[in-house]
């Protein structure tokens, strides 16, 4: 994977969602509109450890950016939520349509781009994205967005992979226990046709800062020894020594 900077990834990750990994969102989204409870991430950590979502989310307005196939907003709609789910690919909203139905879920689904709503300033409590413009947006466009759509005092919560594994892992490789790339300058990530991003910590901070938002929490996420299995780009035993990915909890400072 290497760096740039054009802002050309937008269309590239649609083209990534609809094309290439649209066939297997049915079964995976299936397993997810199902569950119990959340789980969050690769390593299925529970609600009742991560603590996601507000203790008072229901009632509650809320958006998912960058949603996929919807599961969080499903998620959401079951703790009494309005969530209004927002995503760029036709295909993985077509599926998420076909969960609401099977499902007996109803809740907005936006064909759009996370770092450009079509909401009103103000307009929710609660933002939240699972590896969703959390991954795929650019943060310099995604944050500011994010609080702009939040009323004061609003909640913007997501999920990433830790920075410590972009540092670590090959183009379409596994991580290893090694630097690969360095630190400074580290930002967007090209490989396989489609584009991630990652900041380092202090960035991704004073990014948070610059917008109005106070962090909260953040939770480097360690996956269990027991976990339920290994990933093409990451193994169980890397993420049990080192964090794979994280959870971050920020505030709009009303």
């Not at 809320?62 to 969080?72: M, P, Q, R, S």
């Not at 396989?192 to 910590?201: R, S």
């Not at 991704?204 to 909260?216: A, D, P, Q, T, W």
């Not at 929490?217 to 020594?241: G, K």
Request: with cysteine; aromatic share 10%; hydrophobic share 40%.
């Amino acid at each position: 994977m290497t760096v740039h900077g054009p802002a050309d990834h937008v269309e590239l990750n649609r083209r990534y969602w609809d094309d290439h990994a649209a066939a297997s969102h049915g079964p995976l989204a299936r397993g997810h509109w199902a569950a119990a409870q959340p789980r969050w991430g690769l390593w299925a950590t529970p609600e009742s450890q991560a603590s996601v979502f507000p203790e008072d989310i229901a009632g509650s307005r809320a958006i998912e950016l960058g949603c996929g196939t919807a599961y969080v907003s499903a998620w959401l709609a079951r703790a009494g939520a309005h969530p209004v789910g927002i995503d760029l690919s036709r295909e993985q909203l077509a599926t998420a349509r076909e969960m609401q139905t099977e499902f007996g879920l109803d809740f907005p689904l936006v064909l759009g781009n996370a770092e450009q709503v079509p909401y009103d300033d103000d307009t929710f409590d609660f933002a939240i994205s699972d590896y969703g413009a959390s991954l795929w947006c650019d943060p310099y466009r995604w944050i500011p967005e994010a609080a702009r759509l939040l009323a004061p005092g609003g909640q913007l919560t997501f999920t990433r992979r830790s920075p410590l594994f972009a540092l670590c892992t090959p183009p379409d490789g596994t991580a290893a226990t090694t630097l690969l790339r360095p630190q400074f300058g580290l930002r967007r990530l090209d490989g396989g046709g489609a584009v991630e991003f990652t900041l380092p910590h202090g960035d991704m901070i004073r990014l948070l800062r610059s917008h109005g938002f106070v962090i909260e929490d953040l939770i480097e996420v360690q996956a269990p020894e027991s976990a339920h299995r290994n990933y093409p780009e990451v193994s169980a035993d890397w993420a049990h020594r080192w964090p794979s990915e994280e959870i971050w909890k920020a505030r709009l400072v009303g």
